[in-house]
């Protein structure tokens, strides 16, 4: 994948870098706020090759890249202005509605600290796992060391949420985590832990502070970041401008701090700790009802990004009872179930692409990230995520009757097993293998039964059409036939007898390749220029059917950065067959030890029936040398 191009292609269909009013990204997806989102081409975007899928849900323009996001992101951050644009206040309106700015504000601060969390809770998987058989005793150093490392993250998330937070609500980020710092510095803890066995009091100019305790909290540091995003401005506007360097952060600092200790972090704290009372009490009468509910419905929550709102919830439990189970336990019934679905499409289908895509994509599943399986097969073919849903109820409603309990976090799936150690026993981590077992096995039944390919399809309708025949006993056709023109006039060779393995393997898609004898390049469809690479050595095309179309000129000709290549076209141009794209200087490019071999690649072949290469030996413009079914 060319990430460059794929985030210059995106960056267009979204509406430009100027359209764009925040970006971050995820495991599996960049999460825009655009300013006007009738701007973004959703459905030329939707086919772009490398995106798995756009949803415009919970306040956010999301694009779903893949395992490959951050390289994306990076790309894209890397030929833009965005940065520098996120870090200025926006005065546009936000016409959103409440819930909507709710669900964009907790993805935006927990999506950027995830990492830290998930490596957090995997080492605490580990650590568990090693302390099961024995390997280590929490009485030895090695335990000690890892365990408090670990611990870190969890231990000053107020400050890794301050970070985040600010980023959120446009504030000083240095500021914010100096608001984490001021609930956890050392002084103020022993002075909390002195007054509590004390029986006596703290406060600050006569105001009292809460004998609280802020370490692994959620909401009041996000709480108190909010505040600080209005009383920054106020301080800014009435520091004089002589000494406003040094005023500014005074007031902010001082003003918020105060207000953070004295009430806004109380505040916080008891709404957590409310919050987890209504866990325990829903736990105590009907503890399968909600692991049900987030075991089956996770998936179309994953599709509109709103997943995330439940993750405060579940590292809220862990803060306020040590363990959760509700949240972490359905959503592992919920991600396996997604993998097994995606593993029995593996299993059962007959198309090889798919085959590689499902069995990939399933095996990321069941480890804990589901949007390759959820965008790549299982939302794509409909009945491998109802197979999905129907595991992730079955597993959650057993993890929810025998209260398995999770205890530190991490991506829920197989790898995180470990984090389900806990307790006087190992029964809750039997309890938590064998329910992600019967989400999986559920889920792989069920999809077993319900998939069919696309072929088995067409041609359970043949039979049913040749049986009941129209009046005029005549069959409408089942199935379209796309043609690829030939792009230059050449000698036709398979695929297979290129010198590249990617080209060889069909990795890229099937096509043909032909060895020109002419250095011109054409275009064999009708539709637009998708991407002209800056080396010009490679054009992306698709055409008015959606067929994506690679021309490749020779091999390993990138590393000539477009020496003796000429282009004609842009990005976005339409162009109709038989229209010049590209000259090149053959007898140039010879010389400098280069094959001048050109593979033209249908790269959506997997959206196809069939991508037939015809039986030709030589070919000129214009010929047919792909039929698609």
Not at 137 to 157: E, G, R
Not at 496 to 511: C, P, Q, R
Not at 558 to 566: A, I, P, R, S
Request: aromatic share 8%; hydrophobic share 45%.
């Amino acid at each position: 994948m060319n990430y460059e191009n794929l985030a210059k292609s995106i960056l267009k269909k979204v509406g430009g870098e100027n359209n764009i009013s925040n970006l971050t990204h995820c495991a599996t997806r960049l999460r825009f706020n655009l300013k006007d989102k009738s701007k973004a081409n959703t459905e030329e975007l939707k086919t772009t090759q490398g995106v798995m899928g756009v949803v415009d849900k919970g306040g956010q323009y999301q694009v779903i890249i893949g395992n490959d996001v951050n390289n994306v992101y990076k790309e894209i951050i890397k030929i833009s202005n965005i940065e520098s644009q996120n870090s200025h206040v926006s005065n546009e309106a936000d016409d959103r509605k409440p819930i909507a700015k709710i669900i964009d504000t907790i993805t935006g601060i927990f999506t950027p600290i995830l990492p830290a969390i998930t490596a957090a809770g995997m080492m605490k998987a580990v650590l568990s796992l090693l302390n099961a058989f024995k390997l280590v005793t929490p009485q030895s150093q090695s335990y000690q060391v890892i365990n408090f490392m670990a611990d870190a993250a969890f231990y000053f998330l107020p400050i890794l949420l301050a970070n985040s937070a600010a980023k959120k609500f446009k504030t000083n980020q240095y500021l914010a985590m100096m608001l984490g710092g001021m609930l956890l510095h050392p002084t103020f803890v022993t002075m909390v832990s002195t007054a509590k066995e004390a029986g006596t009091s703290i406060g600050v100019f006569g105001l009292p502070i809460s004998l609280a305790s802020y370490s692994s909290s959620v909401l009041p540091i996000i709480l108190g970041v909010w505040f600080m995003s209005y009383v920054e401005p106020i301080a800014d506007k009435i520091s004089p401008k002589a000494i406003k360097f040094f005023t500014k952060p005074l007031i902010t600092a001082l003003v918020t701090g105060i207000v953070l200790l004295v009430v806004i972090g109380p505040l916080g704290y008891i709404i957590s700790d409310k919050i987890g009372l209504a866990i325990r009490t829903l736990e105590s009468y009907a503890s399968w009802v909600v692991p049900t509910i987030v075991g089956g419905l996770t998936p179309l929550l994953v599709m509109t990004g709103t997943h995330y709102g439940l993750i405060p919830i579940g590292i809220n439990n862990r803060m306020t009872m040590g363990y959760d189970t509700i949240i972490y336990p359905g959503m592992l019934a919920s991600n396996v179930s997604q993998g097994g679905a995606a593993l029995a499409v593996a299993l059962k289908t007959k198309n090889q692409e798919i085959r590689q895509l499902a069995s990939s994509a399933g095996i990321t599943a069941v480890c804990g990230i589901t949007e390759p399986a959820l965008y790549g097969v299982n939302l794509r073919f409909k009945t491998p995520l109802y197979s999905a849903m129907i595991g992730g109820t079955v597993g959650g409603l057993f993890l929810g009757l025998f209260r398995v309990s999770n205890y530190s976090g991490g991506s829920p799936g197989f790898l995180t097993l470990p984090s389900y150690i806990g307790g006087d026993s190992m029964m809750n981590f039997a309890y938590a293998c064998i329910g992600a077992a019967i989400s999986v096995v559920v889920a792989f039944v069920a999809c077993l039964i319900l998939y069919k390919d696309k072929a088995e399809v067409i041609d359970n309708v043949d039979k049913e059409v040749a049986v009941n025949k129209d009046e005029d006993n005549k069959k409408k056709p089942l199935v379209n036939k796309i043609t690829i023109a030939s792009p230059m006039d050449g000698e036709i060779m398979p695929l297979k007898e290129v010198k590249d393995e990617t080209f060889a393997s069909e990795m890229m898609g099937k096509g043909v390749a032909i060895k020109p004898i002419e250095g011109k390049v054409v275009s064999p469809i009708n539709g637009t220029v998708e991407t002209i690479f800056k080396t010009k050595h490679a054009i992306g095309l698709r055409s008015s059917d959606g067929v994506e179309v690679l021309i490749h000129i020779g091999i390993d000709t990138v590393q000539l950065e477009g020496k003796h290549f000429t282009s004609y076209i842009n990005d976005g141009d339409e162009v109709k067959v038989g229209d010049t794209l590209i000259e090149f200087d053959m007898e140039a490019i010879k010389k400098e030890g280069y094959e001048l071999v050109t593979p033209v690649i249908v790269t959506n072949t997997v959206d196809y029936l069939e991508v037939l290469p015809m039986n030709l030996k030589n070919a000129k413009v214009g010929d047919t040398i792909i039929s698609i079914i």
